[in-house]
């Protein structure tokens, strides 16, 4: 079975007057949610299925009740919301000053791999990360691939031309 319910006598209150004063269908569904739960005892389940929703949906209309009655969940005054980085490894702070070493190695022309870099992430956070991860920090950072110069640094321009100079036999060109 699982917890037990708990609203506050202002939380309550605030539901019977949005059943009773509902301006739209979504606030009837809100204020109904609670008092179903509080005066008839029913889970989220038996709610959800009453009112045609999910459990998940039943307990964000109890938050959005609570909100109304202003003991909302917050977090430094300010509302929760839905979003955000619920399960990154690193915030974007740190993220940046994780990257700032290789960002030095790359501003002095150094090629840069991402096995290096994934190795010291998963250092860094203490587990195994997959290898995508460490690509889309690279992204959310602004970093992209850079394809080397087609040109082979110990080529030679002038014996590629010499060797191409000779061209086809005349006989094989088109009359």
């Known amino acids: 079975m ?3 319910i708990v609203f506050s006598e202002a939380e309550l209150a605030e539901a019977r007057q949005m059943v009773g004063g509902a301006a739209d269908v979504r ?6 949610a609670v008092v179903l739960s509080v005066d008839l005892r029913l889970t989220n389940r038996q709610v959800a299925d009453v009112l ?4 998940a949906t039943v307990v964000r209309m109890h938050g959005r009740v ?8 917050t977090k430094g005054g300010e509302k929760a919301t839905w979003g955000g980085r619920r ?4 915030t974007p702070e740190e993220e940046s000053e994780f990257l700032r070493p290789w960002e030095d190695q790359a501003a ?3 090629i840069l791999v991402v096995p ?9 956070v203490g587990c195994r990360v997959q290898p995508a991860t460490v690509y889309r920090l690279l992204a959310r950072h ?4 850079i394809a080397p110069d087609n040109i082979h640094p110990k080529g030679n321009p002038e014996a590629q031309e010499e060797f191409k100079g000779g061209g086809s036999p005349t006989r094989w060109e088109k009359r």
């Open 116 to 124: 290096p870099i994934h190795a010291d992430f998963e250092r860094r």
């Open 52 to 55: 045609q929703a999910s459990p």
């Open 27 to 32: 606030q009837l569904k809100d204020g109904l």
């Open 66 to 73: 609570r909100d109304r009655a202003g003991a909302g969940a």
């Open 142 to 145: 602004g970093w992209r691939k």
């Open 108 to 110: 002095t022309g150094g």
């Open 2 to 4: 699982g917890r037990k």
């Open 87 to 90: 399960h990154a490894y690193m």
